[in-house]
């Protein structure tokens, strides 16, 4: 089994699992990998530091080489506290779909009880959400968002 570290053409950073070098590009070639923020299936491999254990073998002049100076933490971060905030979005407010504009309209009016929602809507519509002082948040979510996380 060999762990890749991976990165889409929007610079998210993730870790693939495959059985191969080849498991790796076949997936690729085939379409299967995609994004887990935000889907993009244009993923590259990153360089990565095998672990190589030299008990006893320091050289005191040169320190020791990190992954971290490879790969800055940042960006990791920064997704896996985006993806921490999403899935509380989602425990904690009910799904209306595509009712979304009609359903945030009767709450805000006073017309169905103060709740959390999220779903659908177009682009105009949320618009005129806001016009009318209907707070709305677009939010698009990857699929592999929607389900549930390894």
Not at 25 to 53: F, H, K, W, Y
Not at 79 to 89: K, P
Not at 107 to 115: K, N, P, W
Request: glycine fraction near 6%; aromatic fraction near 4%.
């Amino acid at each position: 089994m060999k762990v890749l570290n991976l990165r889409c053409s929007n610079d998210h950073r993730f870790e693939g699992w495959f059985a191969s070098d080849d498991d790796f590009v076949s997936q690729g070639e085939r379409g299967l990998m995609a994004c887990p923020i935000c889907s993009d299936q244009t993923i590259t491999r990153l360089p990565s530091a095998p672990r190589v254990n030299v008990l006893g073998r320091r050289d005191s002049a040169r320190p020791a080489a990190s992954v971290d100076a490879v790969l800055p933490a940042q960006p990791e971060k920064q997704q896996a506290q985006w993806l921490r905030a999403v899935r509380e979005m989602l425990a904690n407010t009910e799904d209306v779909g595509e009712r979304f504009v009609e359903e945030a309209r009767r709450i805000h009016y006073g017309e169905a009880e103060q709740r959390g929602i999220r779903g659908q809507a177009s682009r105009e519509d949320a618009e005129s959400l806001r016009d009318e002082g209907i707070e709305v948040l677009s939010l698009p979510l990857p699929e592999a968002v929607k389900g549930p996380l390894q």
